[in-house]
């Protein structure tokens, strides 16, 4: 099975853009979590769609949004970047209810200058 | 909210040693997950543990889920240098009707061939 897949994988923006990052859970898994990564914080979650709902929400401001389709793939959208927000942006899937390990994607690196 | 103590913060070793680093908290957790993480990459599961009392062994790692189901040790054996990175922790809860993933800070492994 191939794995979690986040794209792209690097990313440079600008303060006050907003970014989309998107990610493709395992074959068959119908969970993606969203978890920020800095050094100074270590990981912290963001939010947790299952079945195109979000099913659990970390304590992000509201620029940070997410969503889920049908095929399970996920998106998350950060609007009017902030320099903070520079981070490594981490896509977790798993089977879902009572399934609940998590196998994470390979990031996707965001620098907002 | 619930934490996870994860202990040691840095570790240097010298190839060849032992290598034991533990998570703690004060909450139940009904599975406990070990991950690796490289520079820029995801973290890479290593144990998932989903029973109190369970001893699981994945080549040179052994990890155990405690009986008071309140924390988790990881030995690393006869270490070499490719197992320099950091060594996450993770506990799965269902506290508050909820289900939730928390991570430890992690323990970033050096070893010294």
């Known amino acids: 099975k191939a794995g979690v897949t986040q794209t792209p994988r690097y990313l440079i923006k600008t303060r006050g853009q907003q970014v989309t990052l998107s990610c493709s859970p395992i074959?068959?898994?119908?969970?993606v979590s969203w978890y920020q990564q800095t050094p100074g914080q270590g990981l912290q979650f963001l939010f947790e769609?299952?079945?195109?709902?979000?099913?659990n929400k970390g304590n992000f401001p509201g620029r940070f949004s997410g969503r889920q389709f049908s095929n399970s793939r996920s998106e998350m959208n950060v609007s009017t970047l902030e320099l903070g927000d520079s981070a490594l942006y981490l896509c977790?899937?798993?089977?879902?209810?009572?399934?609940?390990?998590?196998?994470f994607g390979p990031g996707t690196r965001l620098l907002v200058l | 909210g619930q934490q996870l103590n994860q202990s040691p913060q840095s570790m240097f070793i010298q190839e060849g040693e032992d290598v034991s680093m533990n998570c703690t908290s004060s909450?139940?957790?009904?599975?406990w997950l070990w991950y690796k993480q490289d520079p820029g990459e995801g973290p890479v599961l290593l144990i998932a543990?989903?029973?109190?009392?369970e001893l699981t062994s994945n080549g040179r790692l052994t990890a155990q889920f405690g009986i008071t189901r309140k924390d988790s040790f990881l030995n690393i054996s006869a270490s070499i240098p490719s197992d320099v990175g950091i060594y996450f922790c993770?506990?799965?809860?269902?506290?508050?009707?909820?289900?939730?993933?928390?991570f430890g800070k992690g323990t970033k492994l050096t070893v010294n061939p």
């Open positions: 977790a899937s798993s089977g879902g209810i009572g399934e609940e390990t998590q196998y």
């Open positions: 074959s068959g898994h119908r969970s």
């Open positions: 769609y299952f079945s195109e709902t979000q099913r």
């Open positions: 909450s139940i957790f009904n599975t």
């Open positions: 543990l989903y029973k109190a009392g």
């Open positions: 993770a506990g799965h809860s269902t506290q508050g009707g909820s289900e939730k993933l928390v």
